[in-house]
Structure formats: structure tokens, C-alpha cells
């Protein structure tokens, strides 16, 4: 029997972690760092499963064996590669047969192979939990704005050996909006999403200062998970402003490109019907002549600024002037080290 160890996070550092599910199964979720090495491809794990409920296990564990016992040399080979001499972490769905065997093969051919106990549900348990509830580590600091002021290029721009910003749109792959999957795709599972999110929380230091962009409690098709929201509007609130002309330069600045007119279209028509018939063909004349100034600023007065913080139902901290990004960092430092204890 090999060795077993319950998950803990400090195993993605002491060991290569290896994935032997299936690549969708690797696709839809796995633990940060893993690399997927199948002892079974997505048809033959739908064969297997079919054969065990028709047959029963004998059967479905003796055509397992035909289908992979070819590949298990080439399968060692290619974990011990990449492992360097590193201890190996074997996982399958819940620590079954499937880890179970690539754990011995590597353990019978002298490799430090342990299967992590309960598997990839495990794990998934773990995430869950850390989220339900959060607790934050440090301080959470949120900042809030108008569309186009340009919030997460500020963000992403700070010091990070102070604070730690955690870029919940990008982990998304979407920006949030009615034109957020512009240039991105958001094909992730919810799962990835949450995994990608604990991911970069856990790994910031204890008592670190924790900057984010202000949400609503769905990114695109993602929601953001447990009671991660609530802890957001409970944290330190900043409000950003920039003028309606900062504002527009940085829209078309991000979005003024030509591959991107047709899905700006579609993504006008989707508003259709808040922007009304009349400013909805303003709005889409300025698009179809690529006028992209009154476009943006009409966008920004005849739809985002109706929609989005029309009413607050919370009081910002304090407020902050994004008109310049470099005296912006500067404020944001002195106000949060009024509040936090910041070491240089």
C-alpha cells in the first residue's frame, strides 16, 4: 500500500504535484501547480465507468489494466523528469485506484511517492471551507469607481511589497460589464475560478494589507464565493474619480481597436433596450463611423453612469483622484498608512 498524506498547502511547495484524472477533468479544476499526467483518456475513463455499472469491478479493473499497463514506463519517466529528485504528490478524483496505482508504480521504481488522501475532493472541501467563512488575512481595502477611470491598470501598477492586490477581473477572464469579455475569453469553471482565488489569498503574507477592485457579487458568469462580498463591503472603502475626458482617453485606450468593433456591437445591442431606441442609435452612429470619442462618452453619461452607483447605500473612507496614476499611489499610501500599520 503507498503512503497516504491529508491535503495541506504547504505541499505545493515541498512536492511535484501530479494529476492523474482525465484532461477534462484537469481542465474543469485541478491544484495550482499540478501537472496532468492520465493514467486514463476522457473515452476510456467514460468505457471503464460504463463496464464497472454493467459488469461490475472485476471486469472494468481487468480492461484497465489492458488499456494502460503499455504506458506506465513512459509515465514514470516523464513525472521523474519533471520532479528533479522533488518527493511526489499522486491525486486522482478521491484518492482511488487511479492514484493508487501510479503511486506504487512510482514507488516500486524508487521515486518518493505519496497519494494525497481523498483527492482532488479533498482539496475542493479545503477550498470550499476557506471560503465559508472568509477571513481575511489583513486589512481589505476596496476600491470603487466610475467606469473608465481605470481602476485595475492603477491597481496593478502599486507596490506589491507592501500591500498585495489581487486582481479579481483577471482571474475571471472578465471585466464585469456589458463590454467585459471584450479580448478575453471567460471559459473557466466556477471551480477555477475559486481555486485561482484562494490561490492568491493564501499566499499573501499574514497581516498584509489587501487591495481590490470593487465588484458586484458576479463577474461575467462567475460568482464570487462563500461570503466573499459581504466581507468586501465591510473592509476599508475607497472611492476613485477621474473626469469624463481622463475618462474617455482611457476607454478608447483600452478598447479603441478595430478587431474589437464587432463585438462592441453586439455588446451595445445587448443594452439595447436600457439605452432606448433614440440614444441607442446615437450611440451605435458613433460606433458604425468609428467615432470613438462620443461613443465612449456617451456610453459612459447615457448607460454606465445611470447604471452602475447611481444610489450607494455606503459612505467611501475616503476619495481618491485617479487623474494621475503616480499621485494617486502616492495618496493611497499616506492614507493607508494613517489606518494600517505598512512596513517599508
Known amino acids: 500500500m503507498p503512503d497516504t498524506v491529508p491535503f495541506d498547502a504547504s505541499l505545493l511547495e515541498s512536492h511535484l504535484v501530479v494529476d ?6 484537469f481542465a474543469d479544476d485541478h491544484i495550482p501547480g499540478a501537472m496532468n499526467v492520465p493514467l486514463l483518456s476522457n473515452e476510456e475513463r467514460v468505457e471503464i465507468g460504463t463496464l464497472y455499472k454493467q459488469t461490475g469491478p472485476y471486469e472494468a479493473r481487468r480492461r484497465g489494466l489492458e488499456l494502460t499497463a503499455h504506458r506506465y514506463p513512459a509515465m514514470v519517466a516523464e513525472i521523474a ?34 497519494q494525497l ?7 475542493r472541501d479545503h477550498v470550499a471551507a476557506f471560503f465559508t467563512p472568509y477571513v481575511p488575512s489583513g486589512p481589505l481595502v476596496v476600491l470603487h469607481g466610475m467606469t473608465g ?35 478575453l475569453t471567460q471559459d473557466l469553471t466556477q471551480k477555477r475560478f475559486e481555486t485561482l482565488l484562494w490561490d492568491a489569498l493564501r499566499q499573501v503574507p499574514q497581516g ?26 465591510e473592509g476599508t ?3 476613485g474619480n477621474a473626469s469624463l475626458e481622463t475618462r474617455v482617453a482611457r476607454l478608447i485606450d483600452e478598447y479603441g481597436r478595430p478587431d474589437y468593433k464587432d463585438g462592441m456591437g453586439a455588446a451595445l445591442d445587448r443594452i439595447k433596450k436600457r439605452l432606448g431606441g433614440e440614444k ?10 468609428w467615432e470613438l470619442e462620443p461613443f465612449m462618452a456617451e456610453l459612459m453619461t447615457g448607460y454606465y453612469d445611470r447604471l452602475y452607483y447611481k444610489t450607494r447605500d455606503w459612505t467611501e473612507d475616503f476619495t481618491l483622484s485617479l487623474e494621475d ?18 512596513s517599508d
Open 20 to 25: 492523474v484524472r482525465t484532461p477534462l477533468e
Open 81 to 114: 523528469e519533471a520532479a528533479a529528485g522533488r518527493p511526489i504528490l499522486v491525486y486522482c478524483w478521491r484518492g482511488g485506484l487511479r492514484s493508487k496505482t501510479v503511486t506504487s508504480i512510482l514507488d516500486l521504481t524508487g521515486h518518493r511517492a505519496v
Open 117 to 123: 488522501q481523498g483527492g482532488y475532493r479533498a482539496f
Open 149 to 183: 477611470i481605470g481602476k485595475t491598470t492603477f491597481l496593478l501598477g502599486l507596490r506589491t511589497d507592501i500591500w498585495r492586490v489581487i486582481d479579481l477581473e483577471g482571474l475571471a477572464c472578465h471585466r464585469g460589464s456589458a463590454f467585459g469579455e471584450l479580448g
Open 208 to 233: 498584509m494589507p489587501i487591495i481590490l477592485e470593487g465588484e458586484s457579487r458576479r463577474i461575467g458568469k462567475i460568482s464570487l464565493p462563500g461570503n466573499f462580498y459581504e466581507v468586501m463591503r
Open 237 to 239: 472603502l475607497v472611492w
Open 280 to 289: 441607442y442609435a446615437e450611440i451605435a452612429g458613433y460606433l458604425e463611423r
Open 325 to 342: 496614476f503616480t499621485t494617486a499611489g502616492e495618496e493611497l499610501e499616506r492614507q493607508l498608512r494613517e489606518r494600517f500599520v505598512v
